[in-house]
């Protein structure tokens, strides 16, 4: 594939800052995991507060890099026809860059305290978790999304040429701008305060961000395998609306402990609980379009990191974001390491991950390199693939055993009781951590210097048609077979039982014998469910992979034609 619109070009600044940013809020994270260790480490300099607000509001950062990219960069080929507005999207970059430079800075005025009221708002730094930044940034914040909506729809095709791409898109890109001024405003009283708060922090992230993640996902998919659209177009329009309809009201998960009406428990509980339909959707669509045609994949690391985050989508968000939002499973999760096993999973395996993968598709496009060696990528997925899932373990039994000694047995947090029970986990999260470390490594290298280096020999996922009778000895074997739908439906399975299995450990903290001071119960649960999931995604995310990359070494794919079959 070739550059077709020079505005295209305008994505690539966004790519690079979002691979720059990944690694510093990455050596942030295993700050953090070391801090755990050793909570003397910086102390003074750079206290534990202040690294976590970093490494938090960093990873959203990179992560909207990595959208606003992707959004240009694809916009143009979904209207046939240049970005609108070019200056305005070099003006978008460099507000992005203050907005993060004005980050840094502005921790330190949150250390000092100093927040900066005039006119009854905090202009310089807010404190809330997730949004700190001043109500200063948020205006830039709000300008850059404003512009981001207006390229969009401006470069858009008229409304009636739409599909539902275009429409996912659009909706999402306004509703960016729209949810984010739910943050824009302080309210003193803090259960108000709160129940706005979560109106960005969840339904701007778990609601809007999915739309574009969805939509997103679904143009990649026609990019990659010259899928259909209008059948990638339904998958997206019932993806949205299910989105929709779940995460508005399954926001008041968020609501059970604020102060609230008790009815939100309900509510909250149920609606939490249909969230991951559009997920599992999601999830089966990617199946249907990465076999529709059995054709080799030719660029696999773009597709690699497109199925991690689907995956890691269904497993974080989903499985683990259900285990832990009813009312009787959020009393004990609620604020413990239960939370950040969730939330890592649910954050760069969704929305991470896709960005990375659409610069290992545009980068190559627009340096226009046709073939490049394909090593390095595959690398480093499955070093921060099996590194992010190494951190959820250990956050989540953490957790565990966070809940029984702090909330169950209420033991001393701060008089060391609840430190030497978790003290294993913590020190798996930094070594997990270092081996995720390393592969972000690798691809911020291999996007950087891609095209630039000395030509490799290529190790595209094409079949060798020179290779003669010398393929069969390539032939898959029984884990690189043909990977058929009942056997995928049997690996998602597998993971909302072991889902049941977290949910009912979860739930066991209830128990009178476990309240009165007996974990076994949970502590078994919890030890077949989290290993279980988290060893049957890798697997699963193995088998798939295989199945695919054999298609390079079958010489039976030679010979397919070049038929776009309509995935069911």
């Keep these: ?41 910086l102390a003074g300099t750079l206290n534990f507060n202040i690294a976590r607000a970093e490494h938090l509001n960093l990873g959203i950062l990179w992560i909207l890099s990595g959208f606003i990219g992707t959004i240009l960069f694809v916009g143009p080929l979904m209207s046939k026809r240049e970005l609108a507005a070019p200056a305005l999207i070099k003006f978008l970059f460099y507000a992005l860059c203050a907005v993060t430079i004005w980050n840094f800075i502005s921790q330190g005025f949150a250390a000092d305290g100093v927040a900066g009221w005039w006119m009854g708002q905090p202009w310089i730094q807010e404190g809330l978790e997730y949004l700190e930044a001043g109500r200063a940034a948020d205006v830039v914040i709000l300008i850059g999304f404003s512009i981001l909506a207006y390229v969009v729809w401006r470069t858009f095709p008229p409304r009636k040429d739409w599909n539902e791409i275009h429409w996912g898109l ?44 969805i939509s997103l996902i679904g143009f990649l998919l026609v990019l990659l395998f010259d899928a259909n659209v209008k059948s990638v177009g339904y998958a997206v329009f019932w ?68 199925l991690g985050s689907v995956v890691l989508e269904q497993v974080g968000a989903g499985i683990l974001g259900f285990t832990m939002t009813f009312a009787l499973t959020n009393v004990w999760s609620h604020g413990t390491w239960i939370t950040p096993a969730h939330g890592h999973l649910a954050l760069f395996g969704t929305f991470g991950m896709l960005g990375i993968a659409a610069a290992y598709f545009a980068v190559p496009v627009m340096r226009g390199i046709k073939e490049f060696d394909q090593r390095l990528g595959k690398t480093a997925f499955w070093l921060v693939f099996t590194g992010m899932l190494g951190i959820a373990f250990a956050f989540a039994m953490g957790g565990t055993a966070q809940i029984f000694i702090y909330r169950t047995l209420s033991l001393d947090w701060f008089g060391g009781d609840v430190y030497p029970a978790m003290n294993f986990f913590k020190a798996l999260v930094p070594v997990f951590g270092a081996v995720f470390l390393f592969g972000t490594g690798i691809i911020v290298y291999d996007l950087m210097t891609m095209g630039k280096r000395a030509p490799a020999q290529s190790t595209a996922a094409a ?30 399975m597998g993971m909302w039982i072991f889902g049941a299995v977290i949910t009912f450990g979860l739930l066991s903290f209830n128990l009178p014998t476990v309240r009165a001071g007996n974990p076994t119960l949970p502590y078994i649960l919890a030890w077949i469910g989290y290993p279980g999931l988290l060893l049957i995604t890798l697997l699963f995310v193995w088998r798939f992979l295989a199945s695919l990359d054999a298609r390079a070494k079958d010489p039976a794919n030679v010979a397919l034609p070049q038929v776009l079959a309509q995935p069911a």
């Design 463 to 492: 079949p060798d048609v020179h290779a003669g009778p010398l393929a069969v000895a390539h032939a898959p074997g029984r884990w690189s077979r043909y990977l058929e739908g009942y056997e995928a439906g049997l690996w998602l």
């Design 170 to 213: 659009a909706i999402g890109v306004l509703a960016l701008t729209f949810v984010w001024l739910f943050g824009m405003f302080f309210v003193e009283r803090q259960d108000l305060s709160e129940y706005f708060r979560w109106y960005v922090v969840h339904y701007w992230v778990e609601g809007v961000w999915e739309v574009i993640h």
């Design 239 to 306: 993806g949205v609306v299910l989105v929709w309809l779940s995460g508005l009201i399954g926001n008041a998960h968020h609501y059970f402990w604020i102060g609230t009406p008790e009815f939100w428990q309900f509510w909250g509980s149920l609606f939490s609980a249909l969230e991951p339909l559009p997920l599992v959707f999601c999830f089966w669509h990617i199946y249907l379009d990465a076999h529709h045609d059995r054709k080799p994949l030719k660029n696999a690391p773009a597709f690699y990191f497109i």
């Design 1 to 41: 594939m070739q550059i077709q619109y020079q505005t295209q070009r305008l994505s690539m600044r966004f790519f690079m800052l979002m691979a720059v940013l990944f690694i510093i809020q990455v050596g942030f994270g295993l700050l953090l995991a070391m801090q755990h260790v050793d909570p003397t480490l």
